[in-house]
């Protein structure tokens, strides 16, 4: 069984940094594409950033130039570094892993998903 744990999350002022890490275990970690994914209240989930196996990366324009997405095959973890945060980053943020060969921003091509964890940015 594929388990995604998210940590990181909280709250931080406009301008602020926070760094989000997902744990998997069960999954051939390397051999995944991995992304993040942010759902707001009242809004559809929409892709962040994604990598895949040979860490080709693909970001939404919205984050482009703020977030750096990364991962560690020797400790099975994803990372989202998210630099200049505006209020409206503020989103529960979600961790997928898929067999894709592509880093799609597309959620319906990832298979597991862990819980969230919440980032609010508010002033």
């Known amino acids: 069984e594929v388990q995604l744990v998210e940590s990181g999350g909280g709250s931080v002022q406009p301008g602020g940094s926070l760094r989000l890490s997902c744990v998997a275990s069960g999954a051939l970690f390397s051999g995944f594409c991995w992304g993040w994914f942010r759902q707001a209240p009242g809004k559809e989930r929409e892709g962040v950033a994604c990598?895949?196996?040979?860490?080709?990366?693909a970001y939404s324009d919205s984050v482009k130039g703020r977030f750096t997405i990364s991962r560690d095959n020797a400790k099975n973890t994803l990372y989202l570094q998210m630099n200049s945060l505006k209020p409206a980053d503020t989103a529960m943020y979600y961790c997928?892993?898929?067999?894709?060969?592509?880093?799609?921003?597309?959620?319906?091509?990832?298979?597991?998903w862990g819980q969230g964890t919440q980032v609010t940015v508010s002033s």
């Open positions: 990598i895949d196996r040979y860490t080709t990366t």
């Open positions: 997928a892993a898929g067999a894709a060969n592509w880093p799609y921003l597309d959620p319906n091509k990832y298979d597991y």
